[in-house]
T-cell receptor, first 115, second 113 residues
Framework: EPEVTQTPSHQVTQMGQEVILRCVPI?????FYWYRQILGQKVEFLVS????????KSEIFDDQFSVERPDGSNFTLKIRSTKLEDSAMYFC?????????????FGPGTRLTVT | QKEVEQNSGPLSVPEGAIASLNCTYS??????FFWYRQYSGKSPELIMS????GDKEDGRFTAQLNKASQYVSLLIRDSQPSDSATYLC?????????????FGTGTSLTVIP
C-alpha cells in the first residue's frame, strides 16, 4: 500500500541552525502538507502546497519557514534559523485527487530537537 | 478561532465493549470530518471520513455526524486492546482538496483485557 515517507526520523540541531525536513508523498497525490505536533499538544497545520505553490498557510508558518518541491518526488520543509520552540514532531501529509480526495495521509514524522 | 473540542479522557472500556468518542466543532461552516488514530510516538492514521449527516460504518467503526448540533462521534464496537490509542477528530472548512485540517487535542482510549 502506498505511503508517505519522511527523513530523517530524528534530527537534533542547535539553535540558530538551518534544518531541512524531507518527505516523499504518495506518488499520485497532488496536494502536500506540513503539520507539527509539540509534545502533548494537538496537531497544528503549517502549510499546504499544490501545483508548485503554497495554497494556504497558518500564522505559525512565518518567514523562518519555507517549502519546496525540488523534483518530482520530494517535498521539503526548511526552517532557516531554528528556535527552541521549534522542537516538535513534524508530519508531512498528502492527498488527492484520486480515491477520496479530501483524505490526508500522514507520514511517520520527523522528531526535531533544538538545543 | 476554529475550535475542535474533544474530551481528553482517559476513556477506559473493557475488551469487547463499545467505545464512544465525541467531538464538537465551533465553525458551522465545517464541511468534512475525519477520525484519526494515533499511537504514542507515532503519526496520525486515518480511520474514517464523513461528509454528510447520519451514520457511516466501516467494519467495527461507525462515524456519526450531526451538523445542526455541530457534533461528530466515533463508535468502536467489540473494542480490542490494540484499539488503545489517542483518537483525533479533524475538520475542514472547505469541501475541496488541499485545505487545512483543524485537529482536536484527542481522546485517550484504553481497552482493558
Amino acid at each position: 500500500e502506498p505511503e508517505v515517507t519522511q527523513t530523517p526520523s530524528h534530527q537534533v540541531t542547535q539553535m540558530g541552525q538551518e534544518v531541512i525536513l524531507r518527505c516523499v508523498p504518495i506518488s499520485n497525490h497532488l496536494y502536500f502538507y506540513w503539520y507539527r505536533q509539540i509534545l502533548g499538544q494537538k496537531v497544528e497545520f503549517l502549510v499546504s502546497f499544490y501545483n508548485n505553490e503554497i495554497s494556504e498557510k497558518s500564522e505559525i508558518f512565518d518567514d523562518q519557514f519555507s517549502v519546496e518541491r525540488p523534483d518530482g518526488s520530494n517535498f521539503t520543509l526548511k526552517i532557516r534559523s531554528t528556535k527552541l520552540e521549534d522542537s516538535a514532531m513534524y508530519f508531512c501529509a498528502s492527498s488527492g485527487p484520486s480515491g477520496a480526495p479530501y483524505e490526508q495521509y500522514f507520514g511517520p514524522g520527523t522528531r526535531l530537537t533544538v538545543t | 478561532q476554529k475550535e475542535v473540542e474533544q474530551n481528553s479522557g482517559p476513556l477506559s472500556v473493557p475488551e469487547g465493549a463499545i467505545a464512544s468518542l465525541n467531538c464538537t466543532y465551533s465553525d458551522r461552516g465545517s464541511q468534512s470530518f475525519f477520525w484519526y488514530r494515533q499511537y504514542s510516538g507515532k503519526s496520525p492514521e486515518l480511520i474514517m471520513s464523513i461528509y454528510s449527516n447520519g451514520d457511516k460504518e466501516d467494519g467495527r467503526f461507525t462515524a456519526q455526524l450531526n451538523k445542526a448540533s455541530q457534533y461528530v462521534s466515533l463508535l468502536i464496537r467489540d473494542s480490542q486492546p490494540s484499539d488503545s490509542a489517542t483518537y483525533l477528530c479533524a475538520v475542514t472548512l472547505q469541501p475541496t482538496t488541499g485545505n487545512q485540517f483543524y485537529f482536536g487535542t484527542g481522546t485517550s482510549l484504553t481497552v482493558i483485557p
